[in-house]
């Protein structure tokens, strides 16, 4: 029986914690702790972070001074940033990982290639995707899914701070209904804001499940997984 493959997507403004930029090691520490429970379960797994705790490149460029694609580069760059901490942390809870980069850092990490990544998993390493698809004006939703549909994964999660996907912000909107399930055509047409558009179409192409689901809560990563999907939205 083939082991499963999954690729995780956190957003960069989630390892800020309460500050809303940096990084918070405890949070570090809770989601490396996460991982190992998986790949103890015998799950190969990829993971890709943004950058927005640090910069994005969108803001970056929003009055002009900055041009987008040097923006994007930045947000790139932070979130290489993001997966060196990452690797560092799931290094100190006895993991083995790998880094790998769409843009070629070889002092930092492995310049992306879909076959040495495919192998580190195969051996049960943890692979960090980072800097993006290497490319201005994509964003790492579409590098996460990009890397999920290359490596072959069986689904994406995307590791966010709410249960799933809402008819509107739940936040906002207290008689906001959750979507258990819901097509890529839904997300799509409906502008519902569970990944851009780039990323669910091209999941629609190569049919990768998107699961969303609560980051914060201990153990769902692995429910879910597991078949368990009552704390998450899954788009198919």
Same mark, same amino acid.
């Given at each position: 029986?083939?082991?499963?493959?999954?690729?995780?997507?956190?957003?960069?403004?989630?390892?800020?914690?309460?500050?809303?930029?940096?990084? !918070?090691?405890?949070?570090?520490?809770?989601?490396?702790?996460?991982?190992?429970?998986?790949?103890?379960?015998?799950?190969?797994?990829?993971?890709?972070?943004?950058?927005?705790?640090?910069?994005?490149?969108?803001?970056?460029?929003?009055?002009?001074?900055?041009?987008?694609?040097?923006?994007?580069?930045?947000?790139?760059?932070?979130?290489?940033?993001?997966?060196?901490?990452?690797?560092?942390?799931?290094?100190?809870?006895? $993991?083995?990982?790998?880094?790998?980069?769409?843009?070629?850092?070889?002092?930092?990490?492995?310049?992306?290639?879909?076959?040495?990544?495919?192998?580190?998993?195969?051996?049960?390493?943890?692979?960090?995707?980072?800097?993006?698809?290497?490319?201005?004006?994509?964003?790492?939703?579409?590098?996460?899914?990009?890397?999920?549909?290359?490596?072959?994964?069986?689904?994406?999660?995307?590791?966010?701070?709410? !249960?799933?996907?809402?008819?509107?912000?739940?936040?906002?909107?207290?008689?906001?209904?959750? $979507?258990?399930?819901?097509?890529?055509?839904?997300? $799509?047409?409906?502008?519902?804001?569970?990944?851009?558009?780039?990323?669910?179409?091209?999941?629609?192409?190569?049919?990768?499940?998107?699961?969303?689901?609560?980051?914060?809560?201990?153990?769902?990563?692995?429910?879910?997984?597991?078949?368990?999907?009552?704390?998450?939205?899954?788009?198919?």
């Amino acid at each position: 029986m083939s082991r499963k493959r999954v690729l995780v997507k956190f957003s960069g403004e989630a390892l800020a914690g309460e500050s809303g930029h940096g990084i !918070d090691t405890q949070i570090l520490k809770f989601i490396a702790t996460e991982i190992r429970t998986l790949t103890e379960s015998d799950i190969e797994v990829g993971l890709v972070i943004g950058g927005g705790n640090i910069i994005r490149g969108v803001t970056a460029a929003k009055d002009g001074i900055i041009k987008r694609t040097s923006g994007d580069y930045m947000g790139m760059l932070a979130t290489v940033i993001n997966g060196v901490a990452m690797q560092e942390a799931c290094e100190h809870e006895g $993991l083995q990982v790998r880094m790998q980069t769409a843009i070629k850092m070889e002092q930092v990490a492995e310049p992306f290639i879909v076959r040495r990544a495919v192998r580190h998993l195969e051996k049960g390493r943890v692979v960090i995707f980072a800097a993006g698809t290497g490319n201005p004006f994509f964003t790492t939703d579409t590098a996460a899914t990009l890397r999920a549909v290359e490596i072959g994964a069986d689904m994406i999660i995307k590791a966010t701070k709410v !249960d799933g996907v809402y008819d509107r912000d739940p936040n906002k909107y207290p008689d906001a209904v959750k $979507l258990p399930t819901l097509t890529y055509e839904q997300a $799509l047409h409906d502008h519902i804001k569970v990944m851009d558009d780039t990323s669910i179409a091209l999941a629609k192409d190569n049919k990768l499940p998107i699961v969303v689901c609560d980051m914060f809560k201990p153990g769902n990563l692995l429910d879910i997984i597991n078949g368990n999907t009552e704390n998450c939205s899954i788009v198919k």
